[in-house]
T-cell receptor, first 116, second 114 residues
């Protein structure tokens, strides 16, 4: 009964490198959300995806950040040319269906990105 | 505009005493309210939610929350605090205008002292 899985749990990158964060939703869930949490702050919504579709990316920075959720495999959050300000915890959540206001989002353990 | 407020950055409670973590909200229409807990260096764990019906919602680890429509509040409570309850607690709300997006509070750090 695996929950939401994220890997890696910790990722260290040097400025200018690329970071790839992976998220596998709970079994039976087809909707994925990515959030960013800075130290001592709450969660900030980044993007909402369904299989092969980006539903809402209003929280994503306009440059360097992209996300996908292919038909097969995990969802990927990709950060190109990382900068120190990208250092944060990135959380993925999944839910079973869309449009259900009562749906609960279940969170993974997060990936802690450190940019040197 | 939709919003969630957690007015206390930190709440200190002695072990065995009752605890309350406050949350107020502003949404259009009926709210869907959630509480999550985050332990250090961990993800968020779902505690409970209010959808409709009974104003008192019971959740995990002995927590409960009371929905008060007139005061637009959804305070988290526990009759007897444990040291292991020390964590960061987040309130979130979803309304008809936010659809799938959860609107999050800034979080309240709960410290239970032995």
């Amino acid at each position: 009964n695996a929950g939401v899985m994220q890997n890696p749990r910790h990722l260290v990158r040097r400025r200018g490198q690329e970071a790839r964060l992976r998220c596998s939703p709970m079994k039976g869930h087809s909707h994925v959300y990515w959030y960013r949490q800075l130290p001592e702050e709450g969660l900030k919504f980044m993007v909402y995806l369904q299989k092969e579709n980006i539903i809402d990316e209003s929280g994503m920075p306009k440059e360097r950040f992209s996300a996908e959720f292919p038909k097969e495999g995990p969802s990927i959050l990709r950060i190109q040319q990382v900068v120190r300000g990208d250092s944060a915890a990135y959380f993925c959540a999944s839910s079973p269906r869309t449009g259900g206001l009562a749906d609960t989002q279940y969170f993974g353990p997060g990936t802690r990105l450190t940019v040197l | 505009a939709q919003s969630v407020a957690q007015p206390e950055d930190q709440v200190n409670v002695a072990e065995g005493n009752p605890l309350t973590v406050k949350c107020t909200y502003s949404v259009s229409g009926n709210p869907y309210l959630f509480w999550y807990v985050q332990y250090p260096n961990r993800g968020l764990q779902f505690l409970l939610k209010y959808i409709t019906g009974d104003n008192l919602v019971k959740g995990s680890y002995g927590f409960e929350a009371e929905f008060n429509k007139s005061q637009t509040s959804f305070h988290l409570k526990k009759p007897s605090a444990l040291v292991s309850d020390s964590a960061l607690y987040f309130c979130a709300v979803r309304g008809v205008d936010s659809n799938y997006q959860l609107i999050w509070g800034a979080g309240t750090k709960l410290i239970i002292k032995p």
